[in-house]
């Protein structure tokens, strides 16, 4: 059977705050940790694993895993956010796509409102823009491959508000070469044979 140990260092948080989940699973398939209502089929984990979440409201995580006799166990794990009064508030934040090939880049739109000093936008806790616009965009071209977690940061007075969003980089199977094109053959008209008009033995 799956022996399955999912926890995570806190599960109250003020808005902006971060917790830290923890799986450990064993004798399986495969694991998939995300978010409740995610597409969970993007969402693939190794069978021993660390997430760091920073989730903006009271969101319910899931582990889930599929044992090697193909039923599925699920985990949950709520984390509660309590809101902070002043802090800025982060209205839109996307990366996009959520997979790429390596090389390739993402989108990163976001908008926030409220009283802001500063946003930063982070990837893999790098910054990519410190001081950006409450409201803009951005493209970015992340190194290396695999899952990559990019974070936007709004401070105000009141606070400071954080959402993440991770995407996939994956390395694209290299395509078949197709095999050169042989020339058409163009047809020639076809010599007639020699007609005999007479044969004669005497």
Do not use: H, K
């Not at 006799?69 to 699920?74: K, L, P, Q, S």
């Not at 309590?82 to 934040?93: L, S």
């Not at 993402?106 to 409201?135: C, F």
Request: charged letters at 15%; a neutral charge; hydrophobic letters at 35%.
């Amino acid at each position: 059977t799956a022996d399955v140990n999912f926890t995570v260092d806190r599960t109250t948080i003020r808005a902006g705050e971060c917790v830290t989940f923890s799986w450990n699973v064993s004798n399986i398939q495969a694991v998939f940790f995300y978010p409740q209502g995610a597409n969970w089929q993007n969402f693939g984990v190794t069978g021993q694993g660390t997430s760091v979440q920073c989730p903006a409201q009271t969101t319910t995580y899931e582990l889930r895993v599929l044992r090697r006799d193909n039923t599925f166990d699920i985990r949950q794990i709520t984390i509660f956010v309590e809101q902070r009064p002043g802090a800025p508030v982060i209205n839109r934040f996307t990366v996009d796509p959520n997979q790429i090939n390596v090389g390739q880049c993402v989108a990163i739109t976001w908008q926030v409102s409220g009283s802001v000093n500063t946003v930063r936008i982070l990837r893999g806790g790098s910054l990519v823009w410190d001081g950006a616009p409450i409201s803009g965009s951005t493209s970015d071209c992340p190194p290396g491959n695999g899952r990559i977690a990019y974070v936007i940061e709004a401070v105000g007075p009141g606070g400071t508000s954080r959402e993440q969003r991770d995407i996939t980089i994956v390395q694209p199977t290299p395509q078949p070469i197709p095999p050169t094109a042989t020339p058409p053959i163009v047809p020639t008209a076809t010599p007639q044979p020699p007609i005999i008009n007479s044969f004669v033995v005497s």
